[in-house]
């Protein structure tokens, strides 16, 4: 069994920071791609940002970038992301989840097998 266990969601307001954190148990086998994606009140889950777990190679949303960044540690199995600037719109549950082949439309979610069950994350104006 593989579990991701997500962290650090919470009520912050507008222009403030928070820093998400998954963390990845369980059976070990080949990780290719970890990443954020998001589910606000009234909309569909949408991509937010994907780090390769070789090389280190980040991609994201164009309505995060820039304000957020993605961020590996291969020996505690973690990801983090790191969020400046929020904004209400940020507002939603936020998930990680996890490729163990490579990924190349790393905004599908279909493409990702094993998801955390997500931490709240509420920007207030």
Not at 13 to 42: E, I, K
Not at 67 to 72: K, Q
């Amino acid at each position: 069994q593989v579990q991701l266990a997500e962290s650090g969601g919470g009520t912050v307001q507008a222009g403030g920071s928070l820093t998400l954190s998954c963390v990845l148990s369980g059976r070990t086998f080949a990780r290719h791609a970890m990443a954020w994606f998001r589910q606000g009140p009234g909309k569909e889950r949408e991509f937010v940002a994907m780090i390769r777990w070789s090389g280190g190679n980040t991609y994201y949303a164009d309505s995060v970038k820039g304000r957020f960044t993605i961020s590996r540690d291969n020996a505690k199995n973690t990801v983090d992301l790191q969020m400046n600037t929020l904004k209400p719109e940020d507002t939603a549950v936020y998930y990680c989840a996890v490729a163990s082949y490579p990924v190349v439309t790393y905004d599908d979610s279909t493409r990702y097998e094993y998801w955390g069950r997500g931490t709240q994350v509420t920007v207030s104006s």
